[in-house]
């Protein structure tokens, strides 16, 4: 029975198109999805559109169109996210798609039934950007200002439904400290627990002031706080609120989430009132709640006003120079994963691009491929073994034959494989790949320095040398398996010219990843994966 994993992305408002920050989200998400489905994992990858709320509400009307038309039109700008950079998500969720709707209905009542929801008044600051009251205090620091787009709080008064937020001090306090890993990174989750220790307060949940959202059970006069509706996407999804549902049946056992991937903005909400809401609805807590930081732009914050956000047609751009797959890349290993932002600089993505991707990943290859290719016409030649023919040799070992013996392959490979794994496994996806061009940086190393070029030269080293081409080439398909969830494209390219058919999702990562998985006399093609890009020319507003 394989071990079950469950990865969301936080699902995205449809006030606006999709731009760098959604695709980094959802690009982490994939890569580790796709990288577990291959160790065998049963995977349930979500994403979606946050649709409802006052701020979708407002720009439908300023573009004269209905909310839902804004939504639809938005939501599949989001959803064609998938096909254009490789995401693998099992399904994609709207929060005005009738089977959330019903849902969000269904464990509101309960709330209310249990009476962690009731009926009271409530007056303060009121952040219209992010839909949200601000403390008294955190507003007089913020200057009465809102953090997301600058414009004065509001002083808003209202006859609302409440969550008993209050009520879950204790149990949210010590569920940080049975669970240091709760919320991930560190500084974040130190920042989240010195915020709840202030002590925690009601939070409205239900709205009257606008109509769009999903109507308050039995009191459609209120509709339901955005994110209260937003947050149970997380379980909607997988039918939790339906147990006669075809959705409960194949998707519950999902529950609980293992990853909530999500930018740190929003963290309060998943850290704090999300794990408060399902104890209400006693239900099971996601495991980690990991916030990553932001993408700043040539070392500016992105943002509207500045016109400076990458959006879809510069990805596009950047994809059709470099290629999907350098694009996954440089997400991937370079994105703000921890704790502090990560600038995007177009030169960065290009010697980045050259020096991993070019010069190391697609240079190893080629050259290895190609030394088989001239020196055994394309067909893998037999690991003879550095202590048999290459070693045992009656000369004992030289200068030549010690750094081969030096190279432990099988250890090394082990070594890389275990790294990356573990490394995946706890979403740390710059070392897990670290390790795989690692692997490779020493297949280039262990070229420079057996010099098979010229041991080839030399008919009595015939044997060592297709060792140690063998060598290479079975390390480079080892790091091969590794880098596939970052770069399928280019790896299952790289599979087909070793002839080697592999299907990653029928989650043999390890058995495949063992030394001696290529045969010696199949055929090997040359390979040209990562070409050079020579200039550094401006892409489009990214300079
Ligand atoms: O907050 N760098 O949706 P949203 C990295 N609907 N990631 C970024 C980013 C940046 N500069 N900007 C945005 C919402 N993101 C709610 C979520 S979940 C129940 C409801 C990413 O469209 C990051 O993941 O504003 C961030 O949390 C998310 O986009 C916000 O997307």
């Not at 959006?311 to 994809?319: A, C, E, G, H, S």
């Not at 392959?409 to 275990?418: N, Y």
């Not at 494209?489 to 010219?497: D, F």
Request: negative net charge; aromatic residues 12%.
């Amino acid at each position: 029975m394989p071990k079950r994993i469950y990865i969301t992305t936080p699902i995205y408002y449809v006030n606006d198109k999709p731009h760098i920050g959604h695709a980094y989200t959802t690009t982490v998400c994939d890569v580790y999805a796709r990288f577990m489905r291959f160790a065998g994992w049963d995977v349930f990858f979500l994403t979606g559109t946050d649709e409802h709320g006052m701020r979708i509400e407002k720009v439908a009307t300023g573009r004269a169109m209905s909310p839902q038309q804004l939504a639809d039109e938005n939501a599949v700008a989001f959803q064609q996210l998938s096909p254009l950079l490789g995401f693998t998500n099992d399904d994609f969720i709207r929060t005005t798609e009738p089977r959330h709707v019903r849902q969000v209905q269904t464990f509101v009542q309960k709330l209310v039934d249990t009476q962690t929801v009731y009926l009271g008044e409530f007056e303060g600051w009121y952040d219209e950007g992010q839909e949200e009251y601000i403390p008294q205090t955190k507003a007089r620091e913020l200057d009465y200002r809102s953090p997301v787009n600058n414009l004065p709080l509001v002083r808003a008064k209202e006859h609302n439904f409440y969550f008993r937020l209050s009520a879950f001090q204790g149990r949210l306090e010590s569920l940080f400290e049975k669970n240091p890993d709760f919320v991930r990174p560190e500084a974040r989750r130190n920042e989240v627990l010195g915020r709840l220790r202030e002590g925690l307060q009601d939070v409205p949940m239900s709205r009257t002031n606008f109509t769009w959202g999903v109507p308050m059970p039995h009191d459609p006069g209120h509709v339901i706080y955005v994110w209260i509706d937003a947050l149970m996407n997380y379980i909607t999804a997988l039918g939790l609120g339906e147990p006669d549902s075809d959705a409960y049946r194949q998707r519950s056992k999902y529950w609980p989430a293992t990853y909530h991937i999500i930018g740190k903005e929003i963290l309060w909400f998943h850290a704090v009132i999300w794990p408060a809401v399902l104890m209400a609805l006693d239900l099971p807590l996601p495991k980690c709640v990991y916030a990553h930081s932001f993408w700043i732009r040539e070392g500016q914050k992105m943002s509207k006003s500045l016109g400076n956000f990458i959006d879809l047609t510069t990805i596009k751009q950047y994809v059709d120079r470099y290629g999907l797959d350098a694009w996954r890349y440089y997400m991937a290993t370079h994105g703000p994963l921890g704790a502090t932002d990560a600038d995007f600089r177009a030169d960065h993505f290009h010697t980045v691009y050259n020096t991993d991707l070019a010069n190391t990943l697609g240079n190893c290859a080629s050259r290895t491929a190609a030394m088989i290719n001239k020196y055994f016409d394309g067909f893998v030649p037999a690991e003879a073994g550095p202590n048999e023919s290459a070693l045992a040799d009656e000369e004992g070992p030289d200068d030549l034959h010690r750094p081969i013996a030096d190279h432990d392959w099988p250890a090394i490979t082990k070594e890389a494989v275990s790294s990356s794994t573990a490394a995946m496994e706890k979403i740390d996806l710059a070392r897990s790949i670290g390790c795989a061009i690692g692997l490779v940086r020493k297949v280039d190393a262990f070229i420079n320095l057996t010099e098979p070029y010229k041991l080839a030269k030399d008919e009595s080293k015939r044997g060592e040398l297709g060792a140690i081409l063998y060598q290479c080439l079975e390390a480079v398909r080892i790091a091969s398996l590794l880098l596939w969830a970052v770069m399928p494209g280019k790896m299952s390219e790289l599979w087909s010219a070793l002839g080697l058919s592999i299907e990653p999702d029928a989650g043999r990562l390890a058995e495949l990843a063992e030394w001696g998985g290529l045969e010696p006399g199949c055929r090997v093609r040359k390979i040209a994966l990562f070409p050079r890009v020579d200039t550094l020319s401006v892409i489009e507003g990214a300079a």
